[in-house]
């Protein structure tokens, strides 16, 4: 099946600092790539949908400053969560549906820490 | 707003025996009801999924049922195994775009 992989599986940051997470399509283009949070024993949030080549769109309640999401090309978009709390400690899962085949693929997600 | 409600959040059965969860959408416009199976620390993976246009599909041990009018659908997994034991999410979506997925049900097969 098609292959998304992301970047850092592990983060470890100290408040205050940004943190950049990379989410990429390895064997098939994405012009859309979603972005979820999913907090221990709860279920995926979604976030926001990146978009290549324009702005990404945010979910109600998701703040576009503090997540920023660029897709930089049709295999990878990134989200840097600027200004890390420990309440932004979280699992951060990317997901790419592949044209034509009907079907979304997820990242193996990023276990984001914020000391 | 939950668009995808699901139950039970914990399920145990024991080992041979049938798992069933179910799911509850509002959103008339979702066109694929797909189910993952999530493992911890790791991403969801695809197990089974339907369009509205079918009202039962089956893949080996799993069965998804459908009810359009009741905007309801569940997940049956025969003859579960303790291989089986993992979160399971029911997600409903738009076109294969953004997805919203139910609470999540962590199934527990005893041997």
């Known amino acids: 099946g098609a292959v998304v992989s992301q970047h850092p599986s592990r983060v470890i940051c100290k408040s205050g600092t940004s943190v950049k997470i990379e989410c990429r399509s390895l064997?098939?283009?994405?012009?859309?790539m979603f972005w979820y949070r999913q907090f221990p024993k709860q279920s995926l949030m979604l976030m926001a949908t990146?978009?290549?080549?324009?702005?990404?769109?945010?979910e109600q309640g998701v703040e576009k400053d503090k997540f920023l999401i660029n897709h930089a090309s049709l295999t990878l978009s990134t989200l840097t969560v600027t200004s890390a709390h420990p309440e932004d400690s979280s699992f951060y899962i990317c997901?790419?549906?592949?044209?034509?085949?009907?079907?979304?693929?997820f990242g193996p997600g990023t276990r984001l820490t914020v000391l | 707003q939950q668009q995808v409600k699901q139950s039970p959040q914990s399920l145990i059965v024991q080992k041979g025996g049938i798992s069933i969860i179910n799911c509850a959408y509002e959103?008339?416009?979702?066109?694929?009801f797909p189910w993952y199976q999530q493992f911890p620390g790791k991403g969801p993976a695809l197990l089974i999924a339907?369009?509205?246009?079918?009202s039962e599909k089956k893949e080996g041990r799993f069965t998804i049922s459908f009810n359009k009018s009741a905007k309801q659908f569940s997940l049956h997994i025969m003859d579960s195994q303790p291989g089986d034991s993992a979160t399971y999410f029911c997600?409903?979506?738009?076109?294969?775009?953004?997805?919203?997925f139910g609470s999540g049900t962590k199934l527990n097969v005893k041997p």
């Open positions: 990146s978009n290549e080549g324009s702005k990404a769109t945010y």
């Open positions: 997600a409903a979506g738009l076109n294969f775009n953004k997805f919203y």
């Open positions: 997901s790419a549906p592949a044209q034509g085949r009907n079907e979304q693929f």
């Open positions: 064997d098939f283009q994405a012009t859309t």
């Open positions: 959103n008339t416009a979702f066109d694929y």
């Open positions: 339907i369009r509205p246009d079918v």
